[in-house]
């Protein structure tokens, strides 16, 4: 099987731990994935705590260890296209960022950022920072000036913009100031599951047309609102709920793994086999699943990285 996931806090956890992505005691430890291909987005959170001034540095940091994987633990990060094409093959890391609170208010420190190699961030988390308005900021606002100007010099450079954490408002601002495609890289369907985390089916349909990918979260209180009974079955239920919105081409996997609280029938990466079968039991083909698993993120970020 092949496996891309559009989100996890597990470099974040490593930094903060002093492990490696390899072998660790984290969800995310590289050497239990199941899967012969696998590639990973690494996020670098940057949590609400961490003081402005400080913020660049800590992305820096998580950016360093990332780029010391493959000499110490044979992780490789993937730059480049032809390194997206080649981990293809095998298994490899994209750096990315979540709350763009790491640019610390400077413009120039996205162009910083993409030359580290973050191929993507979540403007947001769930409070209010430089850029707008998280989902439980408990503001009415979308864009701020500075947050109109990051859009913008994000798509320049080609970092895609990923609008997991942003409030309503704020999401539809950020499509009212850009053109490329932009991506949910960990939100599930607020028709199944009512947590403001979770994606209205105008939102899911507006990603659609853009032509982005959404990762299903593997989150418990964004998979059911009986969060205790959660199961990797209701990961399936997302799934199904938008192919059909249309989403067959759209729908990826972004699991939040080191960072949320996961299904009880969830080890971590292990499982996604585990999962993987729960689709087939479902006679969906196996051309569909791979669709889902791996080749829908590929594909997008094949388009987007160069």
Known sequence: ???????????????????????NNQHISFEKSPAQVYIQCCACWIQETIKKENAWQY??????????????????QIITNAELKEAKKSVGAILTIENCAAFAGELSNIEKAYNYGCKMATLTWNGANDLGSGVRSGESYGLTEFGKKAV??????????????????LFWDVIEHTEKPVVASHSNSITLCSNKRNLTDAQFNEIKKRGGVVGLNFFKKFLNDDFENASMEDIFRHAEYFLSLGGEDVIAMGSDFDG???????????????LYNIFAKHNYSEELIDKIFFKNAFDFFNKHIV
């Open 1 to 23: 099987m092949r496996y891309f996931d559009l989100h996890c806090d597990t470099l974040t956890n490593c930094y903060k731990q002093h492990e490696g992505l390899k072998n």
């Open 59 to 76: 992305f820096v940091d998580c950016a360093e260890l990332l780029k010391r994987q493959k000499e110490e633990h044979g992780v490789s």
């Open 152 to 169: 913008k010099e994000m798509e320049r450079v080609g970092m895609v913009i990923d609008i997991s954490h942003a409030s309503e408002i």
């Open 260 to 274: 949320c609280e996961i299904p009880d029938d969830m080890k971590g990466i292990e499982s996604i086999e585990e």
